[in-house]
């Protein structure tokens, strides 16, 4: 099974920026569409954005115009850079593929967003 792993999250103040990591284990990553989610306690995960294999994306509404994913097949890393961070964007942020048939997850990472 593949292995995701989650970095960047942390305080900011609002308005503030993050940029999130994800490290996937997988040799075939080039190939692999990628997702990150978020969830707050109490609320069902919700999906940000997605990065196809050939570069596509797609993002939350609410996101839109402030959040940016980018994957570099290199690293086998996928990023998703926060700017004009809102209070609103406090949630543990997951990154998600499918390998094989299996739905893979990572730990997630905590981003807070607060004065």
């Known amino acids: 099974q593949v292995q995701l792993v989650e970095s960047g999250g942390g305080l900011v103040q609002p308005g503030g920026s993050l940029r999130l990591s994800c490290a996937n284990s997988a040799s075939i990553f080039s190939i692999m569409h990628m997702r990150w989610y978020r969830q707050v306690p109490g609320k069902e995960r919700e999906l940000v954005a997605v990065?196809?294999?050939?570069?596509?994306?797609n993002y939350l509404d609410s996101v839109k115009g402030r959040f940016t994913i980018s994957r570099d097949n290199a690293k086998n890393t996928v990023y998703l850079q926060m700017n004009s961070l809102k209070p609103e964007d406090t949630a543990v942020y997951f990154c998600?593929?499918?390998?094989?048939?299996?739905?893979?997850w990572g730990k997630g990472t905590l981003v807070t967003v607060s004065s």
């Open positions: 998600n593929t499918y390998y094989y048939g299996m739905d893979c």
């Open positions: 990065i196809r294999s050939g570069g596509s994306t």
